[in-house]
């Protein structure tokens, strides 16, 4: 059983389109989190949300929306995809913050 | 599936000593191994990386050593400082990243 599962593990799609990256964690964990990894392999957070609340939003722009229907799923939705939002993105979770981090395996988005 | 595993989930060093973090693997088609490091409330930072040919690689304080027979690899911080009190994720890639679940290193000065 995949304790943190990501959909779908690659998106090529084209600019301005709308897409939506799911992720669903069987651990029981309170904390879900979003990260994405840029060409120099930085993985910088964007979201994380503890019991469905929304904590930590980054300077991201508005086109990226999570959404987490409960507390096993943390959606990312992307509207208008530029170019520049080509990236692996990450989901994670945790037991608490900074505790026992398991990590997605990640989704490589490709906009041409 | 666990392809990743850090056994150990913190480690506690003395100033100045040898910092050694450990990491398996399960699967033999990775081509890429990478170390993050992470601070409290702050996302990973990339911090070395080693690729499945070489079974070393150094950046100052910091080595990677890579045993593929036994699917092994670690991490070395020599000498340990307060600062390199984080956790301490790895990662093996192929076409998907799989990271460990992290190992949390704190340093006494």
């Known amino acids: 059983d995949t304790a943190v599962s990501q959909t779908p593990k690659y998106l090529v799609t084209q600019m301005g389109n709308d897409k939506s990256i799911k992720c669903e964690q069987n651990?029981?964990?309170?904390?879900m989190y979003w990260y994405k990894q840029d060409s120099k392999k930085f993985l910088k957070i964007m979201f994380s949300y503890n019991n469905k609340e929304l904590i930590i939003n980054e300077t991201v722009p508005n086109r990226f929306s999570p959404k987490s229907p409960d507390k096993a799923h943390l959606n990312l939705h992307i509207n208008s995809l530029e170019l520049g939002d080509s990236a692996v993105y990450f989901c994670?979770?945790?037991?608490?913050?900074?505790?026992?981090?398991?990590f997605g395996s990640g989704t490589r988005l490709t906009v041409v | 599936d666990q392809q990743v595993k850090q056994n150990s989930p913190s480690l506690s060093v003395q100033e100045g000593r040898i910092s050694i973090l450990n990491c398996d693997y399960t699967n033999s088609m990775f081509d890429y191994f990478l170390w993050y490091k992470k601070y409290p409330a702050e996302g990973p930072t990339f911090l070395i990386s080693i690729s499945s040919i070489k079974d070393k690689n150094e950046d100052g304080r910091f080595t990677v050593f890579l045993n593929k027979s036994a699917k092994h690899l670690s991490l070395h911080i020599v000498p340990s400082q307060p600062g390199d009190s984080a956790v301490y994720f790895c990662a093996g890639t192929g076409n998907q990243f799989y990271f460990g679940t992290g190992t949390s290193l704190t340093v006494i000065p």
């Open positions: 994670a979770s945790s037991r608490a913050a900074n505790y026992g981090y398991t």
């Open positions: 651990l029981g964990h309170d904390t």
